[in-house]
């Protein structure tokens, strides 16, 4: 430019171009992904892109992502993705300028019209961003129900054909586009059963009567304890005269298996009460409120015929262990 043609304020007061607060964001935003196809190069959809980028400027050497409904590796210093469900399947990536000519985005053919394919791209990115949450919260429902519900299950997924591709590949189903009920199949099921471990540990207090049969007092599986049916017997193995006292030494009996498992009262779920004559309900729940407080247990209480050694009332219960009884602030 000629000197004659430069105002003078600029002469006398230079200014520099002022810095582009974005500029470094928009460099970052200058590259694009790759993964190398049958036929050429294929470019990573929009957020798998973004999600390359952010884990390539981090310096991670590794990271993970789901591509047309396989999960695979992103190997950085290697520049390969890894198939996870067969490690043979390898492919190059390599990070380039958006400009490179490219087969399709992720899986989708390039058309002639780019808008098509922006939009294309975009519903995709919007399907898959909209059913992730469903695809982890569906994965977690079947886990659960796979250990605990031996036989098969039907479930419905609303879900984008691209979801369910990938649910299916990670499930070990074959995948139809227009099926959208899956089941369990018998062999996970089965397998699953046969594989999860029941830790059960028997409790016995010294203060109650031994058992009259081939049982255990209580026994603890993680946090619950399940207690026997307890009668009114002393430590002797004496039974107590009458439903009030019976009631009452059931419920003592009660109270020590509880605390040698490490409960209490407090601590009781539910209980069930078996008695030989309803007419004894009434002194039945007279002494029952002595020991229990609210919030008090869920209870069911039926007539039999006759219980062991003739006893007129027979009390087993549910509880949680951990929870240790608390006197009333009144009586300290």
Known sequence: MCRNVIPNDYLNNPVLLSHDKNSEENRNQDYQWYYEGGNGWWKYDRRSNSYLEELYNKGEKEGSLLLAGNLYRIDFEKNIQIRVSDQTKTRKIRRDTPFLPAKGIAGIIVSSSIDNVASTDIQVIEDAERDERLIQALKLLMITLQMKIPFPKWFHLDLSAISRRALCNQMNWRFCLRQTCYRFNSNMSKTS?????????????????????????????????????????????????????????ALNNLKSILEAGESSLQGVLKTTILLTSMDDFPCVNKVYAEFFTEVYPARSTFQVVKLPLNALIEIEAIALIGIKEVACPCSR
Request: charged share 20%.
């Open 193 to 249: 059963t046969k594989t999860s471990k029941i830790n059960k540990k028997a409790i016995t207090s010294s203060d109650v009567y031994k058992p009259v049969g081939p049982y255990s007092q209580a026994v603890l599986t993680d946090k619950t304890l399940y207690v026997s049916g307890v009668l009114g017997l002393d430590t002797q193995s004496n039974m107590i005269c009458g439903i009030e006292g019976q009631t009452r030494q």
